[in-house]
């Protein structure tokens, strides 16, 4: 675990082994979070999938209960009760599926959301720059090679200045996208703390708000169809 | 909607074309409920797997909370509170898993088992009863052509006991099958609505069960790692 916790914009010029050395560290740190970020978010998707699937169930329970009165039972005696009895219980499953419904709306705004925007913005931001800091360096080498080749041979001062603008300019280009990708992969150290947390708050606020709701919806009193007391089951609650 | 509630036992014996007609509702009627039986159950299997999946789900993300740790990020400063705070939301997550697993094992025993026990008991009954009455009602038919053959011939007193004795031993097996499918229907017609309030209420009961308990949950304090403060968030909640 090295001492630094940033690359230092003032080495980018110089390019020493040292500073490339130091900044494999920061491109071995960005992959192994792009990879943790990848397996969180399919973890997210999953608990968001799960209450996804928990509101179209409930829904279809909630339509379920509902049919009883259009199956034409060829015996509709006592039904009545059945239906309205059905039907309190389908309003209460409908009050489940809105609170259901409205987490998975919040855990996908809070939580797979700022995941999502994380990886598609901070780490491709870092990965784009790589790979623009990949193809500078290249150009700056392919430069220099030519100078070099050039100081060898004796050209005309034409061509040799023309060489040497070459080389400044592609050392212009590497030196900015160097500080550019130096820049995301120090910006990417602070905001991956951020970035771990701000879905889990998400998801945790989510719940809190969930259990408020049924919380409250629980206080107020259950109580189906009180004719349907028979003596085989009685139901009846009060909390 | 015939105004009858019951086949009456009675009616059996004589087994006229009147009660064969009503107990051709009674078995259209079970033909309904066999139906709707077979789609209640499949949308609560839909919400018990929906309510499964969530456990599946909460624990994988309390697991991978926890697995940031174990990444070995090359670069590891300030990690400790980083580390800490999943930690302390993966407990957070293994609570709510808890009342998931709870909550899905409830659905398993108290909505999804007493409707499939409903189906295989009561309604199985029912459909292999059919099977047996029918079985003796073409024995019966069977016996009655022969007897009807045989008093067209002049045969032997001692064929025609036999036969007399074969029609009244069908007759018997065919009026006590008929008693038992009777008996089954009727029993049907009664179970039918408990049938259909005994998995609700099971819900019912689990999902308040659950927000009991989520309830008291929330009171406590989520204070997570205090000194995860920083001026980019802040977390600390207070109830």
Avoid at 119 to 136: M, N, Q
Wanted: net charge neutral.
């Amino acid at each position: 675990m090295p001492a630094v916790d940033k690359l230092l914009l003032e080495e980018a010029l110089q390019d020493s082994p040292q500073t490339r050395s130091l900044l494999s560290v920061f491109e071995e740190d960005a992959g192994t979070l792009t990879d943790y970020t990848n397996q969180l978010l399919q973890a997210m998707q999953r608990v968001y999938g799960a209450q996804n699937e928990m509101c179209l169930a409930t829904q279809q329970l909630s339509k379920q209960l509902l049919a009883y009165e259009k199956q034409n039972f060829a015996l509709g005696k006592g039904d009545e009760e059945v239906i309205s009895t059905l039907h309190y219980f389908s309003k209460v499953v409908d009050e489940l599926n809105v609170l259901h419904t409205e987490l998975a709306k919040q855990l996908a705004d809070t939580m797979v959301l700022p995941i999502i925007q994380f990886r598609e913005k901070d780490l491709t931001e870092v990965s784009t720059l790589k790979d623009l800091f990949g193809l500078a360096s290249n150009e700056h080498d392919l430069s220099m090679a030519k100078y070099s080749r050039l100081s060898k041979k004796k050209e005309n001062e034409k061509v040799k200045t023309e060489v040497v603008k070459e080389v400044a300019a592609a050392r212009r280009k590497q030196h900015l996208s160097s500080l550019q990708y130096y820049c995301a992969l120090n910006a990417l150290q602070y905001r991956k703390r951020v970035a771990m947390m701000e879905p889990l708050l998400g998801f945790a606020h989510g719940q809190r708000r969930k259990f408020r709701c049924t919380s409250s919806l629980e206080t107020s009193e259950i109580q189906p169809s009180e004719s349907f007391q028979r003596g085989w089951i009685t139901v009846s609650w009060t909390c």
